[in-house]
């Protein structure tokens, strides 16, 4: 029986694994604050594993951690309806916290609530909404990430900043029964239980919830915020259309390459494609903040683990092995390279005159900190790149653009250590002061494939802006990063972003597996899948995405 016990017993098990908890000076605190707020309560928090500990040869300066609470029954909760949940508690430090369950393919019916309390002040905020269908960024249903056993449900990632305290409530839909009494917290009764039988409205829940807190590890002492400024863009006016490209030959399976391999198969040029409808406006740009001075890279110190070479050397075509930062490239060095690159899987014409944008400077992996040892040792690359799918991370908006490594490298552990998954999921992401960061291991300028908009992983790239665009416009910054970065990463693959191409589905809930489905060249992720990602506003900014795109390709 999958309930709170089970998982109650297997949280005390672990208990010869736990971390030390706050120090016992912040459970003292008297049990009603003045403002009549529950102080925090210790309670247990355990590693997830492979974290715990220092590991050999790994970089000191970004370890990281995380925490894992099983949710609990409460009592209930008259006034906001809340069932399952955890009380006010003292944990260690963390800066991103998610929800996980155990089966990815349940989906959570109900709305997960948290509120926490900053390390540096001691106030807790007001309650905040976390995002609850986060599922449909993973894995393709038959591919061999989504069938590895490791994979879990959860919730998106929300950051919180640097909080030593925490609480959460779980609201089911209302519609899902109004059962006379919820077994409270400390009875030991199995039957009010996520998942449990004869728990009303905590039987609609998922299996196995838990809540957890990540610690996304300290970057290293001088380093700079995410690299050097974005350079200025070319002018946005676009081209003439290209003529029609020859055809492609036809996509073969996925390629998996060990560390240190080229990717996959050589691309081939992208037939032409029916023009897409004219966009609609834009509205206005939302109003940016100051951006942060930034100053000279870097470098990292420390060996370079054999894990990590390998994800660097994935770029060794572009940078020295070890390089934080890919520089940016003009446009006739960005043609040269290309023709270095690919010059085998191009035409004469191609070659003479290739659509690419100019190569953004690009934050690679060791650059944000990326723990290599998190990942899955081999790539996994497709055989081309055909479209780009925007994402938004869903993680709020309250963070600074110097915090944008913290972030990723918060990410990539909820997603390896949390969800299971090989790697982190989006190949690229975008901050807000529109500087891009490498994503998922294997190359750059690779047909490497993520896992971001299930169904349509394959012949894919998934970029994620870092935000929450719902109800707020992304800035201008990030919008213009997304388009030259498509411009680019498109370009090396033959591909127009104001055009169409043709994806076949690999499963989700808008197209069965293998329909064949003619999707924009840049789409957003709800294009591909029934959700709201990469939120209203930001999808609103596709079309003078896919313009500045196209323009940077020289069409």
Known sequence: MRGILASSIGVTCAAALALPLAPPA??????????????????????????????????????GSTQSLPLRPLTRDRASGAVLGLTPRTVRTFSLLGVVWEDPSVDLHG?????????????????????????????DPDS?????????????????????????????EPDAGEPEDVDPVGTGSDEGASGGEGAGEVSTLPAGMRLDLVDPGEAEPGESAGGAEPQAEPGESGGPEPQAEPGESAGGAETQAE?????????????????????????????????????????????????????SAANSALVPLGATQIPSLTAEETREELVALRGTGLTEQQQAKPYIGPRPSIVTRRGWGADE????????????????????????????????????????????????????????????????????AG???????????????????????????????????????????????LGLHG??????????????????????????????????????????????KLGSVRSKAAGYQGR
């Open 26 to 63: 912040a459970a003292s605190v008297s049990s009603v604050s003045s403002a009549g707020t529950p102080a925090p309560v210790a309670d247990v928090a355990t590693r997830t594993v492979g974290t715990a500990g220092a590991r050999t040869g790994a970089r000191a300066d970004v370890p």
């Open 111 to 139: 709305r997960v609530q948290v509120r926490t309390r900053a390390a540096s002040t001691g106030d807790w905020t007001d309650w905040q909404d976390v995002e609850t269908h986060y599922t449909q960024h993973g894995a």
């Open 144 to 172: 061999s990430e989504a069938a590895s056993g490791k994979a879990r449900g959860a919730t998106a990632p929300l950051w919180v900043g640097e909080s030593d305290g925490v609480e959460v409530r779980v609201l089911p």
């Open 259 to 311: 560390p240190g391999e080229s990717g996959g198969p050589e691309p081939q040029a992208e037939p032409g494609e029916s023009a897409e409808g004219a966009e609609g406006a834009e509205g206005a740009e939302g109003a940016e903040g100051a951006e942060p001075t930034e100053g000279a890279e870097v470098p990292r110190t420390g060996v370079m683990t054999a894990a990590a070479k390998a994800a």
């Open 373 to 440: 040892s998190l990942r899955e040792k081999s790539f996994v690359y497709t055989s081309k790149v055909k479209a780009a799918f925007v994402h938004h991370t869903a993680s709020g908006n309250s963070y600074s653009c110097s915090q944008a490594p913290s972030l990723i490298r918060g990410f990539y552990r909820y997603h390896t250590k949390s969800l299971g998954w090989r790697d982190i999921g989006y190949n690229f992401l975008v901050d807000k002061c529109g500087r891009i960061y490498e994503g998922r």
């Open 443 to 489: 190359g750059v300028a690779k047909p490497v494939k993520g896992a971001h908009t299930m169904g349509f992983n394959s012949k894919t790239t998934g970029i994620a802006v870092i935000g929450s665009y719902g109800s707020k416009k992304p800035s201008s910054k990030a919008v213009k990063a997304v388009a030259r970065l498509t411009a680019w990463k």
């Open 495 to 540: 591909m127009n972003p104001k055009k169409k191409t043709s994806l076949t589905s690999g499963g989700g809930n808008l197209y069965a597996k293998g329909k064949k489905v003619k999707m924009k060249v840049i789409s957003g992720h709800r294009d591909g899948f029934n959700t709201s990602c990469p939120g209203g506003k930001l999808h609103k």
